[in-house]
């Protein structure tokens, strides 16, 4: 018996990619929390699911499902690191070496948003290393550190969600 074979989606665009890092943008350091307990991880579904929601709400691009969103996210982190490690390695490199090829916008996006969730206070690595990270908010102006006031776009606060969490988990929902 053969199993039938999974259909390839169509690949991700720079412009699909980057719409979904500043969709992605408020909410990293809920996505990137370290805690596993039951409320975070349903927080995480949730901000997952509707990031996903957010994006395929679009119109412009691929229907995509979370799991999808996800793995794109992570392969774009791995990726972005491995470009920023290898650069900073030649650039700190003994006698000069050859110079360091350029990060593409979305590597360089994907970097500014991990050091603003990492840095918290600390001094910039990436402005050494001619990064200029400004986040854009949707009248042309700069947003503040932490990027976006953690509401889902829809009204909905992540406040709100832990609440109607913490009540489920009380009741023996979760």
Known sequence: METPKRKKAQNFTQEETLCLIELLSPHLKVLNSKFTDTITNSLKKKTWARVCDQQNAKGQYPKRTV???????????????????????????TGGGSPP????????????????????????PLLEAGIECTKKDEEGGTLED????????????????????????KKGKY
């Open 67 to 93: 799991e999808e969103i996800r793995k794109k996210w992570d392969c774009l982190k791995s990726l972005s690191k491995l470009a920023h490690a290898a650069n900073k390695n030649l650039r700190l490199k």
């Open 101 to 124: 090829t350029p990060l593409n916008e979305v590597q360089q996006a994907v970097i500014c948003l991990l050091s603003d969730v990492q840095k918290d206070g600390m001094d910039d």
């Open 146 to 169: 932490g990027g976006g006031d953690g509401s889902f776009g829809n009204g909905e606060s992540m406040e709100e969600d832990v609440q109607e969490i913490k009540s489920q988990a």
